[in-house]
């Protein structure tokens, strides 16, 4: 089972996230699109539904939601990405 948190976003896109993901050292990059691989640099299509993205410490999944959506951690996560997946949070509430 996965770790999940909620983040409300009224228009989850991509341009928010990969604003995020520029703000971590070394910056976060894309993996996956709804279960198929990427460039690091690829913007997936407009209506993705899954993306799996790799920060500093780690991977997180963003499943989009009708209020936002939602972050999961899979596996045994380490604290550092338990945090850097929060920061992650707030970056695309603000």
């Known amino acids: 089972?996965?770790?999940?948190?909620?983040?409300?976003?009224?228009?989850?896109?991509?341009?928010k996230i990969s604003g995020s993901m520029a703000k971590f050292e070394p910056k976060g990059t894309i993996r996956m699109?709804?279960?198929q691989l990427t460039f690091p640099d690829e913007e997936p299509s407009a209506d993705w539904?899954?993306?799996?993205?790799?920060?500093?410490?780690?991977?997180?999944?963003?499943r989009k939601?009708?209020?936002?959506?939602?972050?999961?951690?899979w596996g045994?996560?380490?604290q550092e990405l338990i945090v850097q997946r929060d920061l992650f949070?707030?970056?695309l509430e603000e």
Do not use: Y
Not at 2 to 8: A, L, N, T
Not at 65 to 73: F, R, S, W
């Open 1 to 15: 089972m996965g770790m999940e948190i909620e983040v409300k976003v009224a228009g989850m896109n991509w341009s």
């Open 33 to 35: 699109a709804d279960g």
């Open 49 to 62: 539904k899954e993306l799996r993205i790799a920060l500093p410490a780690g991977m997180v999944t963003i």
């Open 65 to 73: 939601t009708p209020t936002g959506a939602a972050l999961v951690t």
């Open 76 to 78: 045994n996560v380490s």
């Open 89 to 91: 949070a707030k970056m």
